[in-house]
């Protein structure tokens, strides 16, 4: 079983919707982070979260730590946000500090005009 | 603003070839971390440095080494290469081991 299981794995919507992406996680966690990945490949930090919630412009992402889940909303979604959308989580606990993350199967995404 | 690079962007190599891959994190940044991602696959965590020294290690073949330099460029060795080596092989970088990660363009290497 994954470690982070992230739905829809793919959305399809018109311009204009408001997106919601969830993810949960079933480890123990220093951080949640929020990515994006187009088609190209590369990979744009979106969000890093321990607690709460963040906004950056039309992007917002919640995390519920006793409830091991997040969200990323999209407000006023526009053909540019296509993508895949990738939860990744960082355990913290190995020692040295500089955990790597560990990742969800992704959301791909498709707003159409 | 600066971003990490990685070098070269694209690779192409034979079976039982050797490959070295080159990244070169975002100024101040001293954490430098390896992922691996296969075709259709999730990026998978290699190996990560803090202040050139090795932190944490994930899924990474024996055939692979990593080393992070004095002015914290890292590069990532991989011998003996294999098809199932093929992927995109990303570096990120971060202000230091508690921060956030910032994400290289990758390099794909291609085995053939």
């Known amino acids: 079983k994954n470690e982070v299981e992230q739905s829809p794995q793919n959305l399809t919507a018109q311009e204009g919707e408001f997106i919601t992406i969830n993810c949960s996680y079933s480890?123990?966690?220093?951080?949640l982070h929020w990515l994006q990945q187009h088609p190209g490949g590369g990979i744009v930090s979106l969000f890093m979260?321990?607690?709460g919630k963040k906004k950056h412009g039309r992007l917002i992402a919640t995390i519920n730590i006793q409830e091991k889940h997040s969200s990323l909303h999209i407000t006023a979604s526009h053909p540019r946000d296509s993508a895949v959308y990738i939860c990744?989580?960082?355990?913290?606990?190995?020692?040295?500090?500089?955990?790597?993350?560990?990742f969800g199967k992704g959301t791909h995404l498709i707003i159409q005009p | 603003a600066a971003g990490v690079i990685q070098s070269p962007r694209h690779l192409i190599k034979e079976k039982r070839e050797t490959a070295t891959l080159k990244c070169y994190p975002i100024?101040?940044?001293?954490?430098v971390y390896w992922y691996q991602q296969g075709p259709g696959q999730d990026p998978q965590f290699l190996i990560s440095?803090?202040?050139?020294?090795?932190?944490d290690k994930g899924s990474i073949p024996d055939r692979f080494s990593a080393q992070q330099f004095s002015d914290y460029h890292s590069e990532l060795n991989m011998s003996s290469l294999e098809l199932g080596d093929s992927a995109l092989y990303f570096c990120?970088?971060?202000?230091?081991?508690?921060?956030?990660?910032?994400f290289g363009p990758g390099t794909r290497l291609t085995v053939l």
């Open positions: 440095f803090y202040e050139k020294m090795q932190s």
């Open positions: 100024p101040r940044h001293d954490t």
């Open positions: 990120a970088t971060a202000l230091d081991r508690y921060n956030e990660q910032f």
């Open positions: 990744a989580v960082r355990s913290g606990y190995s020692g040295g500090g500089a955990d790597g993350l560990t």
């Open positions: 979260l321990s607690s």
């Open positions: 480890v123990g966690i220093s951080a």
